[in-house]
């Protein structure tokens, strides 16, 4: 492509040669040649441009370049436009058209135009398979399943019976969705039942009876699940999760769990049954989800949070609990602080006590780990 032709799909605009012909987007210290263009929007790789070998650059508005650069495209939002970059010089996943005779497809699926089936997949009775999607290579598709067009499914990604994806969902290799929900009852009520009304164990676990789930999971459109991800059918009804929402890898979304659209779920969240997310929020990195909270749109949650009671919409939260993040910062602050006030009341001890006559109190012996 023509460097005006890369700026174009960026809505960006060109300075210098706009004509210089480029075939791949690299690092600045990886460019072997003039066809090579840099991506240089960081400070630290505008460094790297007067020793490279591109004539070529992505740079941010502000820019100084050396004379080697002829050409450069200048953008707004650096991060913004590389994921645009990288819409332009894609790889996509290699794919044969049509079914693969080692492919299993049940005689009463529907597989739509322009389908590709790898081998060893398996699609189930009655599964229906959009047009444009992708299967690859030991993917299971159970009966009844609706897998939306232009989806791609990863190898090992397991989609179970009737559960639904919209248009251009991505599974990831190994990802789960569709399994039983993590559902037991005792017959009289037990230690958690005990435990959660009493703070006691008064009843104990002599039975446990298993809750089957008959519902279903339902994707919107544009839905990404990372790999290993797991996702619990409902119940009765359905887990939903909303058009446009990312999880990502390790995820472990309960049964019953309704989550809006355009949200991120980071690497080892877990959320637990019956909770409802709202739209465009964020879950960074091991935060945990009781069950039955609601967590408002636009709210962020900060990483290895415990959130166990419902998060108004536009906060943020953070710690263990989860608490609004300028509360959590006044008790990391008074954590911070108790040394030197555990100082300070044995200082007026020993005062005390010497205006008594009781001579010095001692010091109280340090915990391990304690400064």
Sequence with gaps: MKLSEIAAALDARVEGDETIVIRRAVHPSEA?????????????????????????????????????????????????????????????????????????????????????????????????????????????????????????????????????????????????????????????????????????????????????????VILGDDVEIGAGATIDRGTVTATRIGSGTKIDNLVQIGHNVQIGTNCMLCGHVGVAGSTTIGDRVVLAGKVGVADHVKIGSDAVVAANSGVGTDIPAKQVYMGYPAVPRARAFEQYKGLARLKRLFAEVADLKNRLHAVDGQGKVPAAPAEAGQD
Excluded at 55 to 80: C, F, N, Q, T
Excluded at 83 to 110: C, I, N, R, S, T
């Design 32 to 216: 072997e040649g003039p066809e090579d263009l840099a991506l240089a929007m960081d400070k630290d790789l505008l460094a790297l441009l007067p020793g490279s070998k591109a004539v070529a650059a992505v740079v941010a508005e502000g820019a100084e370049l050396p004379d080697s650069i002829r050409g450069r495209i200048v953008v707004k939002r650096p991060r913004y436009a590389m994921a645009g970059l990288l819409d332009v010089f894609e790889k996509p996943v290699h794919a044969e058209p049509g079914v693969h005779p080692q492919a299993y497809v049940a005689p009463d699926a529907v597989v739509a135009d322009g389908v590709s089936i790898a081998p060893f997949a398996y699609i189930g009775p009655r599964a229906r398979i959009g047009a444009g999607t992708i299967v690859l290579p030991h993917v299971t598709v159970g009966a009844d399943a609706v897998i939306g067009e232009g989806s791609l499914l990863h190898p090992g990604a397991r989609i179970g019976e009737r559960v639904v994806l919209g248009a251009r969902c991505i599974i990831h290799p190994n990802a789960a969705v569709g399994n039983d929900g993590f559902s037991f009852v005792t017959p009289e009520p037990g230690s958690v039942e005990s435990a959660k009304t009493t703070g006691r164990v008064v009843g104990t676990n002599v039975l446990i009876r298993r809750v089957n789930s008959i519902g279903t």
